[in-house]
């Protein structure tokens, strides 16, 4: 049940659980944001305007870690999210990593708010697992994504 994730029976003291992750992780991407967005031009060009790069890295996958291990540590696993969210964030809201950070985490929040909502209501009264929701929402996209990645951008 833990590998496809579940929100239910979730109250207060799991998100008082998470609440220290989160501000942790989401501090250290916030912080970051204008040299992500410096990064995105490659680490060369990244370090010639005096970003550096290796303390950067290790800071956004500490983030990424703290967010990432917190969210499972709380609902397990629930497939997508992160892989689709910011993906779709990007291409409705722009590139900007100052606004992609936090709009990335309210789309996703709203994501998994309604493919909760779908996953208790689809078959009632038997709840299907989150991530089966999250899945068959999500993997469509991400084909497509990869699909357009492969084709070069074009049209799919």
């Known amino acids: 049940r833990w590998l496809l994730g579940s929100v239910s029976m979730r109250g207060w003291g799991y998100v ?6 989160f501000l942790a992780g989401t501090a250290l991407l ?4 204008r040299e992500l967005n410096i990064m995105t031009y ?7 305007l005096g970003v550096s790069t290796g303390k950067r890295k290790l800071l956004m996958i500490a983030a990424g870690s703290l967010l990432t291990g917190g969210a499972v540590a709380v ?3 629930i497939g997508f999210v992160g892989l689709v ?11 900007d990593h100052r606004h992609l950070l936090p709009l990335s985490a309210l789309t996703g929040a709203g994501f998994l708010i309604l493919a909760d909502l779908f996953s208790r209501t689809v078959i009632e009264p038997v709840e299907l697992p989150i991530g089966i929701m999250t899945a068959l929402a999500g993997a ?3 084909a497509l994504i990869l699909l357009r990645q492969h084709h070069g951008g ?3």
């Open 154 to 156: 074009n049209r799919l």
């Open 85 to 95: 969210i910011p993906h779709v964030t990007r291409l409705l809201w722009g590139t």
């Open 42 to 48: 490659g680490e060369e060009k990244a370090r010639l």
């Open 30 to 33: 916030l912080i970051n944001g």
């Open 75 to 77: 609902s397990g696993t």
């Open 140 to 142: 469509p996209v991400f």
């Open 16 to 21: 008082a659980l998470f609440l220290p992750f």
